[in-house]
């Protein structure tokens, strides 16, 4: 089993794609100089324990390595995840 996280820009989400099929997305808005997590979901009938968040920590990793993009979670899986690491604080717009 191979597990990967894409960028999907034009569809607005990072996927989870296990063995190139998409099983997950952590979908976003675009809003300024902020993006913006509203829904995380991974399929229920293919997901396995961590995968969630692997990909919200992969999709959080992209956007600091390679943005200057601010987080705001109004997704309730994100705000947790970044609740559980505070080592991502200073991603997070204040």
Not at 39 to 54: F, I, L, N, Y
Not at 79 to 93: K, N, T
Request: aromatic share 6%.
């Amino acid at each position: 089993m191979t597990l990967t996280v894409e960028n999907q820009p034009d569809q607005s989400r990072y996927a989870l794609l296990k063995d190139g099929e998409v099983i997950g997305v952590a979908e976003y808005e675009l809003r300024g100089d902020a993006i913006v997590f509203v829904h995380t979901e991974v399929d229920p009938e293919k997901r396995e324990r961590g995968m969630a968040s692997q990909l919200v920590q992969t999709a959080l990793d992209d956007v600091r390595d390679h943005t200057e993009l601010r987080v705001i979670a109004t997704c309730p899986y994100v705000r947790r995840w970044l609740a559980d690491h505070p080592e991502y604080l200073a991603l997070q717009r204040r």
